[in-house]
């Protein structure tokens, strides 16, 4: 097919007819008595499910910990308090960084040309899967903070054998998904399984455009 | 800006742009007229948002166009449904101009579909191609140089190209 078909084709369909002319303009008018809607918008309820979860966990957890050692600073039990701190400041930091990813976002300048604006949102939100690394860091810990001294004083060397072993496979898994799960292995069959769910669509297709992008800018750079 | 004069400037260009926001929802929602609304309702609010930032140093188009295209790109990004299988080759959105006869309508929706398989960014190129704009606007819009936005022309030109004769045999 020649250039000027594709451009006739194009032209054929290219006005609205009067339907779509009168949805556009009732649309207009729906957002001109609407006016602007508020940064949150954009979330899914899911998400904001999630993080309202992630807000209550956090500071109830501070609120355990803290009364422990405030009230009952004798009795305490030490791994338990380890651990639920590990765990309730790595998802206090995944949170926050999920945070400031969303609001970092919704302050990008949308009438900036489109492949600055782009390659900004697509990074931004590439670097949200940080928050999900920093999450995977949290795995020893749901196998140390049942420890207690009843289980110090009398588990024999077989159970702590076990047991080591489960704490450290459980952190060596955590560091190399601390470490692995990024750009460069996004093709691999494992992280598709762990990133297969649709909540990651936006990451993948991100990190298509940051391509498409780069590809673009090198194309121009290579003449 | 105060209120009104900010309502007044948003009724007036939105409606004198209507085309703009229609094809870009047409090429990035092609084959669903129910997604094509929802995305034009999302750019009219991110116009809506940015009015305030508007200043004359580009051409209106140019302005509603980066918006309108920055828009349909992080649309498809949030919403996962959206890819090329939902173009079908018969025309099924019952909008246009005058209706094309049969074969013409199928050659159309074979572009459209063609188009929906391309890259987010080489949509947007082979849009305001189709659309005629200079290479300047488009690198004013898009932000690739001159050069780099007629290399990439040949390239996807090429590919429509191949498509087509592929859809014939």
Known sequence: ?223 | MNKFNKESFFREIAGSHKGIFYKVARTYCAGSPGEQEDLIQEILLQVWKSIDKYNDSYALSTWLYRISINTAISYYRKHSRISQANVRVESESGYGGTPPDNSEQERISLLMKFISELGEVDKAIMLLYLEEKTHAEMSAILGFSVSNIGTRIGRIKEKLKIRFLESEK
Not at chain 1, 207 to 215: F, R
């Open chain 1, 1 to 223: 097919m020649k250039e000027n078909d594709i451009k006739r084709l194009w032209g054929a369909e290219s006005e609205p007819d009067s339907g779509i002319t009168k949805k556009i303009n009732d649309l207009i008018e729906d957002t001109a008595k609407l006016k602007a809607g508020h940064e949150l918008e954009s979330m899914r309820p899911m998400k904001i499910f999630a993080m309202i979860i992630a807000v209550f966990w956090v500071t109830g957890g501070i609120y355990l910990i803290s009364n422990y050692f405030v009230f009952d600073p004798v009795k305490f039990p030490l791994m338990f308090t380890v651990s639920a701190s590990v765990q309730i400041g790595l998802v206090l930091i995944a949170l926050l960084i999920y945070l400031r990813q969303h609001i970092l976002i919704s302050q990008v300048d949308i009438t900036e040309p489109v492949a600055a604006a782009q390659q900004r949102i697509s990074e931004l939100k590439t670097s949200t899967l940080l928050s999900a690394r920093v999450l995977f860091l949290q795995l020893p810990v749901w196998t140390t903070f049942y420890w207690n001294n009843t289980i110090f004083e009398n588990w024999e060397w077989y159970q702590w054998f076990i047991q080591i072993t489960f704490t450290l496979l459980f952190a060596a898994a955590g560091l190399w998904l601390f470490f692995n799960l990024k750009y460069e292995n996004r093709d691999k069959k494992w992280f598709r399984f762990i990133m297969g769910g649709s909540e990651w669509d936006p990451l993948m297709k991100a990190w298509d455009i940051l391509e498409e992008i780069k590809d673009n800018n090198l194309n121009a750079a290579g003449r």
